[in-house]
């Protein structure tokens, strides 16, 4: 570790937030590394802000790799309104009860009934310097797993839980995450005073997964000027999809269904119309509900020209239910920030 040739100003041996999320694969690891503790008793105190500007839905454990040893205590938090509040996601500690109050729980025992708790868990704390022990998790997957099967093999069931119940969708939906690092690893002996420059954090990888939210009316989702916003078909609009383009209000917006897998279903003859009283290129309104077309149009106002296959370059794309597959994104935060005044 380099208690000695770190600094900030020379970029060789500077460690900022950036080396959080970079590429993985450099030996040795490149890694983000706070200041070293300063004046104990007093915490040393670093929060770690990851956003995105967006609402995003995480669908992979998250995994924080610790270069240095994991903190003794630590509390993972996320925010739904891009950092105006934010809730506890998850506290971490050597000791629950004495950090924070709380009973030591594991995800793993967690049950439908109780997976929206917030738990405190000690599987994550211990052990300085472990070589194998260098990760904490916030665990998806086993959350997953109580509604879709040990090996999510009926993810169906689990999609159709999530169409349905608001408050479990809401739990796995971000705009931003903050590690709130409260008490760095110290070892079996108690705090050195004497030399306070060994107790530092450091953090060589940071690794979220999830995918744009744009409530099963988006196939695309595009870092644009700086901003990730979903691609809005069906008469949608807004950075979520969650709302109705102007003069597309004859029937009110409604968000897509996760179900069938893996594409879902984007509810595209209840949401968002403007009556379908104008079905273009001869097409009939049917049952004031849904365009009926001649061939060789289609789309939801029979507005495209669809060739035939093999007639030519000229294809033009019906509207499809999006795949939400196609917004999975490997999330590096679009900001990244330490607060701990200058990391070294
Ligand atoms: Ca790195």
New binding site residues.
């Given amino acids: 570790m380099c208690n000695n040739e770190c600094d900030a100003r020379t970029p060789e041996l500077a460690h900022p937030p950036e ?2 999320v ?1 590429d ?1 694969g450099r030996v040795p ?3 983000w590394q706070s200041v070293s503790w300063r004046q104990f008793p007093e915490p040393l105190v670093v929060n770690l802000t990851l956003s995105w500007g967006k609402s995003i839905e995480l669908t992979e454990d998250i995994v924080i790799t610790f270069e240095s040893g994991r903190p003794e205590q630590m509390v993972l938090e996320k925010s739904l309104d891009h950092g105006h509040t934010w809730q506890p996601y998850q506290f971490y500690a050597v000791d629950c009860l004495n950090s924070f109050g709380m009973e030591s729980r594991r995800a793993q025992d967690l049950t439908a009934a109780s997976v929206l708790d917030i738990i405190c868990t000690e599987e994550y704390s211990r052990g300085y310097v472990w070589k194998l022990e260098k990760t904490v998790r916030f665990e998806i997957q086993v959350r997953f797993a109580l509604f879709g099967g040990p090996q999510l093999s009926d993810m169906a069931s689990l999609y159709s839980r999530l169409d349905t119940t608001k408050e479990l969708r809401d739990f796995f939906t971000v705009t931003d995450l903050r590690l709130r690092l409260l008490r760095p690893a110290t070892g079996p002996t108690s705090v050195d005073p004497l030399n306070l420059s060994k107790y530092f954090y450091a953090i ?2 940071l690794d979220i997964r999830g995918r744009c939210k744009c409530h099963l009316h988006a196939n695309n989702c595009i870092l644009e000027n700086g901003r990730l916003s979903c691609q809005c078909e069906h008469n949608t609009t807004g950075q979520d999809c969650g709302s109705c383009n102007n003069g597309f209000h004859g029937r009110p917006w409604t968000a897509g269904s996760y179900l069938p897998i893996p594409k879902g279903t984007a509810n595209v003859s209840r949401v968002c119309d403007n009556v379908l009283t104008r079905c273009e290129n001869g097409g009939v309104c049917e049952d004031n509900g849904r365009c009926l077309c001649h061939p060789p149009y289609t789309g939801l106002l029979c507005e495209k020209h669809q060739c035939k296959k093999g007639a030519g370059a000229c294809v033009s794309q019906s509207p499809q239910d999006p795949s939400f597959t196609h917004l999975l994104l490997s999330l590096t935060a679009l900001l990244i920030t330490a607060n701990d005044h200058g990391a070294l």
């Fill in positions: 080396l959080m970079d993985e690891n490149t890694f060589s990888n």
